[in-house]
């Protein structure tokens, strides 16, 4: 709703987002997932640049308070947002090989980040415990020796094919006698990232907070 030449938040949204959620990334300033709501309130003048490639619009971080330039519904944020944090409780180099793989996400550089997710996996393999060699090899180990759940298993197999197809691009078509291009889309690659940082969320983080409770009362597993 306009008054007197002023623009209000209400009549941004209705123009830009349609009564649509507001856009929720990661501030380029304070590494955190927020709201970016737009800077609308006593404009003089329409907050809303229309061109050829959409609608652009400021906006503010809730949680720092920079300010953004953002694109229609949030399809182009500037400054690019950057990664989200990563544990600390994950140990390194398992953490900085995770930072790392997020780093590519935000990037746009999906190959990058299932490879880096990919090394970030087998080098939570090797620090399990599992033997020297193939990745495929090393889950099955840590399964086998109950390091790893049936479900992270099943998380580890996804981001490990994943990885393969950005590392290597082909994948063998049995039934033709070929190798076919398989693509790592944007979604394939934020999936994977998420599917190992929830196996390092559970196996690091949820490890490290269930024995600290039981040392404080004096207990080990399986209630002994």
Known sequence: MRHSGEWTVAALHARVFDHAPRVRESCSSDRYRVHFDPIAQF?????????????????KCNACGMPLIVRDQGTLILPTPQPGPVSEDIPDPMRSDLREAKACLAAAAWNAA?????RSLQCAAVEQGAPPGQLWKQIKWLDDNRKITTQQREWADAARWVGNHGAHDTEPDVGAG????????????????????HLFETLYVAGKLAREQLAKRGKGPAGT
Request: aromatic residues 8%.
């Open 114 to 118: 299932v490879v880096m997710a990919r």
């Open 178 to 197: 070929k190798a076919v291009i398989t693509a790592v889309t944007e979604d394939d690659a934020r999936a994977t990232v998420d599917l190992v940082e």
């Open 43 to 59: 404009l003089p003048a329409d907050p809303v640049y229309e061109h050829q490639g959409g609608l652009w619009w400021m906006g």
